[in-house]
C-alpha cells in the first residue's frame, strides 16, 4: 500500500505540472489585461504597474518567476484585490467553502444513501416512484432557482432564517448547506439505488439468502458495501468540487468562499488568483482520487493494489 | 432570478390593487435638531449601527489606487480631502477650514483645521499633504486615477516620467498652511479635493507595511471613522475616529458595508431588515418596488449620460455625418426610458447631465422637433446618405455583458429596423474585450459608452474626445475641439469658460460623435429610520452627515440586525 501511495504521489506531481502550466498560458491568451479599466490610464504609468508586477517580461520568464514561487508556497499577489495576497484570499475564503461544502458533503451522503437504498428495496413499487421522481426534480432544478426560492420563503417570507450573510453558525450555514446538498442527495439517491439493485440481484446475494440469513443482516453486511463502490467513485471530483466552493451559492447568499474567485478572477484577468484557486482544485481532485481508490481496496477485497492485482 | 420576479409579482398583484407595504419598513419618529444642527437625543435610536450594501468588494482601500464608486464610498468615510461634500452635495471647507485664491487663479493656499488629526492622535500636517500629493502622482506609485491631480503645476511632466515627483507644485509653508500651485486656472478645483486620490496617507505606516498599510490595525486615516474590520467578500466596519475634528457632531458608532455580487441578494438582504441602505435594486422591478416599498425607494438624477458612441475611423460612420445623425434621430428615447430601463432615467440628446450650478448644456435643435418628425428626418437624411430600402444598412452594434444593455440594445435595433430599414448585428462582449476592441477601433462600429463624471464640472465629460484622451474611443480628431479645450483650460473669466464649454459640447452634438440615450439616475432602497442624507447630483453620501431614528412603535428591528456576520 505505501508502496502504491508514493507511486501515485509521483505521477501527481507531472499531473500538476501540466496544469499548472496549461492553466498559465491559457488565462494570459485571453484579450484584455487586469489594469485595463474604463479609465484610460496615462502610458507612464501602464508601464510602471506592467513592471511591478513584471507583466513586462517575456511571458516564459514569468512562468519561470511563478513556478519558483509557487514552489516556495508563494502565490504571488493578487492583481485585482491589491491590498492581499493570493494566499490571503485563499486562507480567507478555503475555511468558508471547506465548511459548507463539508457540511453538505455529509448531508448528501447520509440522505442520499439511505433513500437511495430504501428505494432499491422497494424497486417498481409507489415508493420508489415517488422517491425516484423527487430525485429527478432534485437533479433538474438548478440551484440559482432553488436558492432564492429558499430565501423568499425562509427568510423574507417566515423571517426564520437570515437571508444570507456569512458567520460560521448554524443559521446562517442551513439555507447554503440545503442548497448545495440538494442536488447531491438526488444524484447519490439514484446512484445507490441502481447499483444496490444490481447487487441485490447478483447471485451471492441469492447465496446468503438461501442460506436464511437476516434480511437486515444481507442488506447492511452484504449488500451495501459493494453497492456503494460506484457512490464513493462519484464522490471524489465532486468532493473537490463542492469543498472549493460555488459561485451560485456565494453569490446568492453573499458568501465569502473561493468559488466566486474562478470566475470573478477569470473576468478581472487576476491571472494570480485564478491559478492559486485552479491549483487548489487539482490538488484536492488528485487528493480524493486517490482516497476513492484507497477506499476502494477496502470496500473490495479483490482490490489490492500491490500485490499486481487488478487496478480499475 | 426569472422566479424570483414571479414571486415578487405574485406578492405584489394577489391582494388587489393596493397591497399593504411590507411590514418591515418601520416608520420614523419626528426628529428635532439643536441649535448646532445636531439631532435631539430624543428621537434617536440607542444603538447607532448602520448596514450599507456597497456593490462589488473594493479592490483596494488605498485611496491613491482606489478605483470605482464602492471604494469610494467607503474611502469618504475614512480619510478627508482639504474640502469635503455637505449632504446637498455642496463643497465645503473639510481638512482645511478656509483657504485663499490668488487673483490669476493660479495659487491656491489652504489653512489646514489645527483640530484635524489622524486617527492615532497625531496632528495632520501640511507636510502630509506634500507627501501624499508626491505619492499620488509618482509614475511608481500606479495610482490609477492620478489625471485628477494633473491641474498641479508640473503633475503632466511628473506623469511622463520628464520631472521626479519632488517637482510637484505644491509647498507647506508651515506646519498648517499648504499651497498649491497650478498649472491653469482650474475652476473646478476644490470640487477635486474631495476626491480620493487627493486625500492624505500616513506615511509611516505605508513605509512600515508596504502594500498591507491598510489593513484593520494598519490603517490610520483621518476622517471621521476608523477602519476596525475587514472581511473580504463580506464585511468592512469602520467605527467612529475619536480623534475626528468633528467627531463630537457624528452620531452614528460604527457603520458596515457589505459587499454584494448579486443586485438581488441584497434586495432581499434589505426586505428581510439587514440593510438600511442599499447600493442598487433589482433591475426591472420598479413598477413593484414603486407600488410597494415607495417610501424606501430613491430615485435621483445623477452625474452620468448613457450613450452609444459611433466609430469615426471606420465605415460606415467615417465622413458620413447624415447617418449618424440619422440614426441619432431614428430612436425613441422616452420609450427606451419608460418601457425598457425603467428605472425614471431622463432621456436626453446631450452629453452633459443636467443639474450642473453653473452650466446650462446647448439643446439641439431635434430635441424640440416630435418624435415623427425626427423619424421623418432621420428618413430623410438616411436616403441622403445613400441608404433606402434597396440598399439597407448593415450595421454592428457592440455592448458589454449586463441586461439592461443588452434590452437597450435590442430596442434599439429594432428601432432603426422599424424607422429606416437598418439590419443590425448585436454583438454582446466581456467587459474587458469590449474596452479592448473600443480602444483598438478596428472592429467597432458603433458602441455602448457611458460616463459618469468625475468631478462637478462640465469639462469631466468634454475631455474626454480630445484627440489624445486615452478614452477616445470614437476617434474623434477635430484640431478646433482640440484647441477650444485648450481655452477652456487657461480661460480665467467664469462666464467666457462656461461659453466655450457650451460651444464645445455644440460641436461635440453637431459632429455627431455620440448617440445620447438618458442621463443616469441613482437608485436604491433607504430605510426612512436612516436620516440626515440628502440627494445630490454626486451621489456622495458620508454616513458622519447620517443617523438611525427611532421607530414610531416600541419595537426595534434594526437593533438586532445583522451584527452577527
Known amino acids: 500500500m505505501l508502496n502504491y501511495s508514493l507511486r501515485r504521489l509521483g505521477s501527481a506531481v507531472p499531473t500538476l505540472f501540466l496544469l499548472i502550466t496549461f492553466a498559465f498560458f491559457l488565462i494570459?491568451?485571453?484579450?484584455?489585461?487586469?489594469?485595463?479599466?474604463?479609465?484610460?490610464?496615462?502610458?507612464?504609468?501602464?508601464?510602471?504597474?506592467?513592471?511591478?508586477?513584471?507583466?513586462?517580461?517575456?511571458?516564459?520568464?514569468?512562468?519561470?518567476?511563478y513556478l519558483w514561487q509557487m514552489v516556495r508556497g508563494d502565490l504571488g499577489p493578487s492583481f485585482h484585490y491589491l491590498d492581499w495576497s493570493v494566499n490571503d484570499l485563499i486562507a480567507q475564503g478555503a475555511p468558508v467553502s471547506f465548511a459548507l461544502g463539508l457540511a453538505?458533503?455529509?448531508?448528501?451522503?447520509?440522505?442520499?444513501?439511505?433513500?437511495?437504498?430504501?428505494?432499491?428495496?422497494?424497486?417498481?413499487?409507489?415508493?420508489?416512484y415517488t422517491v425516484m421522481s423527487i430525485a429527478m426534480v432534485g437533479i433538474s432544478i438548478p440551484n440559482f432557482v432553488m436558492a432564492p426560492l429558499l430565501i423568499l420563503v425562509f427568510a423574507v417570507m417566515l423571517g426564520w432564517l437570515p437571508a444570507g450573510g456569512w458567520a460560521f453558525s448554524f443559521d446562517r450555514m442551513v439555507l447554503p448547506v440545503i442548497t448545495l446538498a440538494l442536488p447531491m442527495i438526488a444524484y447519490i439517491a439514484r446512484i445507490t439505488r441502481g447499483s444496490m439493485i444490481e447487487v441485490l440481484h447478483s447471485s451471492y446475494i441469492r447465496t446468503v439468502r438461501a442460506k436464511g440469513m437476516p434480511e437486515k443482516?444481507?442488506?447492511?453486511?452484504?449488500a451495501l458495501k459493494p453497492a456503494l463502490l460506484p457512490v464513493i467513485s462519484y464522490l471524489g471530483p465532486a468532493a473537490a468540487a463542492i469543498l472549493t466552493g460555488s459561485v451560485v451559492v456565494e453569490r446568492i447568499f453573499t458568501i465569502p468562499g473561493i468559488g466566486s474567485y474562478f470566475v470573478q478572477g477569470a473576468l478581472n484577468r487576476d491571472y494570480t488568483l485564478v491559478m492559486g484557486v485552479v491549483i487548489l482544485y487539482g490538488v484536492l481532485i488528485i487528493l480524493f482520487n486517490f482516497l476513492v481508490d484507497l477506499l476502494y481496496a477496502w470496500l473490495d477485497p479483490r482490490i489490492r493494489y500491490d500485490e499486481g492485482g487488478t487496478e480499475t | 432570478m426569472l422566479v424570483l420576479a414571479f414571486g415578487l409579482a405574485g406578492c405584489g398583484a394577489d391582494s388587489g390593487e393596493a397591497p399593504a407595504p411590507p411590514p418591515r419598513l418601520p416608520e420614523p419618529m419626528e426628529v428635532a435638531f439643536d441649535e448646532a444642527g445636531r439631532p435631539l437625543?430624543?428621537?434617536?435610536?440607542?444603538?447607532?449601527?448602520?448596514h450599507r450594501g456597497n456593490g462589488e468588494e473594493p479592490q483596494t482601500l488605498d485611496p491613491h489606487l482606489a478605483e470605482g464608486v464602492p471604494s469610494a464610498n467607503i474611502l469618504r468615510d475614512l480619510f478627508e480631502g482639504l474640502t469635503t461634500t455637505a449632504p446637498d452635495g455642496r463643497i465645503v471647507p473639510g481638512a482645511a477650514r478656509h483657504w485663499d485664491i490668488s487673483r490669476d487663479g493660479l495659487t491656491y493656499t489652504f489653512y489646514l483645521d489645527p483640530q484635524a488629526r489622524w486617527s492615532n492622535g497625531e496632528p495632520l500636517t501640511a507636510q502630509d499633504f506634500v507627501w501624499s500629493w508626491q505619492r499620488a502622482v509618482a509614475p511608481a506609485t500606479g495610482a490609477s486615477n492620478s489625471r485628477m491631480l494633473a491641474p498641479v503645476l508640473h503633475a503632466e511632466a511628473i506623469f511622463s516620467g520628464e520631472l521626479e515627483p519632488e517637482a510637484l507644485g505644491v509647498t507647506a509653508l508651515s506646519d498648517t498652511t499648504f499651497q498649491v500651485q497650478l498649472a491653469d486656472p482650474t475652476p473646478y478645483f476644490l470640487g477635486l479635493l474631495t476626491h480620493p486620490t487627493t486625500y492624505p496617507v500616513w506615511r509611516p505606516s505605508l513605509e512600515a507595511f508596504g502594500a498591507s498599510h491598510v489593513r484593520p490595525g494598519n490603517l490610520v486615516s483621518n476622517g471621521a471613522f476608523v477602519l476596525s474590520d475587514w472581511q473580504v467578500r463580506s464585511r468592512i466596519e469602520?467605527?467612529?475616529?475619536?480623534?475626528?475634528?468633528?467627531?463630537?457632531?457624528?452620531?452614528?458608532?460604527?457603520?458596515?458595508?457589505?459587499?454584494?455580487?448579486?443586485?438581488?441578494?441584497?434586495?432581499?438582504r434589505f426586505r428581510a431588515g439587514d440593510l438600511h441602505w442599499t447600493y442598487q435594486v433589482p433591475s426591472g422591478q420598479f413598477s413593484w418596488l414603486e407600488r410597494n416599498m415607495g417610501e424606501a425607494l430613491m430615485v435621483a438624477p445623477w452625474f452620468g449620460t448613457y450613450f452609444f458612441s459611433f466609430n469615426l475611423t471606420r465605415e460606415p460612420f467615417k465622413e458620413d455625418l447624415a447617418l449618424r445623425r440619422a440614426l441619432t434621430l431614428a430612436i425613441d428615447r422616452n420609450i427606451l426610458t419608460e418601457r425598457v430601463s425603467r428605472f425614471g432615467e431622463i432621456p436626453t440628446f446631450n452629453l452633459i447631465p443636467p443639474g450642473l450650478p453653473d452650466y446650462v448644456p446647448p439643446v439641439p435643435e431635434w430635441a424640440d422637433l416630435s418624435q415623427a418628425e425626427r423619424e421623418q428626418e432621420a428618413r430623410r437624411l438616411y436616403r441622403q446618405a445613400g441608404y433606402g430600402p434597396d440598399?439597407?444598412?448593415?450595421?454592428?452594434?457592440?455592448?458589454?455583458?449586463?441586461?439592461?444593455?443588452?434590452?437597450?440594445?435590442?430596442?434599439?435595433?429594432?428601432?432603426?429596423?422599424?424607422?429606416?430599414g437598418v439590419r443590425t448585428r448585436l454583438v454582446n462582449e466581456e467587459f474587458r474585450v469590449f474596452l479592448q476592441n473600443r480602444a483598438q477601433r478596428r472592429v467597432t462600429q458603433i458602441f455602448r459608452a457611458g460616463w459618469i463624471g468625475d468631478y462637478q464640472d462640465a469639462f469631466?465629460?468634454?475631455?474626454?474626445?480630445?484627440s489624445g484622451h486615452g478614452r477616445n474611443d470614437a476617434g474623434y480628431d477635430n484640431p478646433r475641439y482640440d484647441r477650444l479645450l485648450e481655452r477652456i483650460a487657461s480661460e480665467r473669466i467664469a462666464a467666457s469658460r462656461r461659453n466655450l464649454m457650451a460651444e464645445a459640447e455644440r460641436m461635440i452634438l453637431a459632429d455627431q460623435v455620440i448617440l445620447p440615450v438618458y442621463t443616469y439616475v441613482s437608485k436604491r432602497l433607504v430605510d426612512?429610520?436612516?436620516?440626515?442624507?440628502?440627494?445630490?447630483v454626486m451621489d456622495h453620501h458620508l454616513t458622519r452627515h447620517m443617523f438611525l431614528v427611532k421607530a414610531k412603535s416600541s419595537v426595534e428591528p434594526s437593533e438586532e440586525v445583522g451584527d452577527g456576520d
Open chain 2, 460 to 466: 469631466t465629460f468634454l475631455e474626454l474626445f480630445h
Open chain 1, 104 to 128: 453538505a458533503l455529509v448531508l448528501a451522503l447520509a440522505i442520499g444513501v439511505v433513500v437511495g437504498a430504501w428505494a432499491a428495496l422497494r424497486q417498481n413499487r409507489p415508493t420508489d
Open chain 2, 391 to 420: 440598399r439597407a444598412l448593415s450595421v454592428e452594434l457592440r455592448y458589454n455583458t449586463s441586461e439592461n444593455h443588452r434590452k437597450i440594445a435590442v430596442a434599439v435595433a429594432a428601432m432603426w429596423k422599424q424607422v429606416l
Open chain 2, 238 to 268: 469602520l467605527s467612529r475616529n475619536e480623534h475626528y475634528r468633528e467627531a463630537d457632531a457624528v452620531v452614528v458608532e460604527r457603520v458596515v458595508y457589505y459587499s454584494f455580487e448579486d443586485e438581488n441578494t441584497e434586495f432581499n
Open chain 2, 528 to 536: 426612512p429610520r436612516l436620516q440626515g442624507w440628502q440627494e445630490n
Open chain 1, 28 to 65: 494570459r491568451v485571453a484579450p484584455g489585461g487586469p489594469f485595463d479599466s474604463e479609465r484610460a490610464l496615462p502610458p507612464e504609468i501602464e508601464a510602471n504597474l506592467a513592471a511591478k508586477y513584471h507583466l513586462d517580461e517575456p511571458l516564459v520568464v514569468q512562468y519561470a518567476r
Open chain 1, 217 to 222: 443482516e444481507v442488506i447492511l453486511r452484504h
Open chain 2, 41 to 50: 437625543e430624543a428621537a434617536l435610536a440607542r444603538t447607532q449601527v448602520i
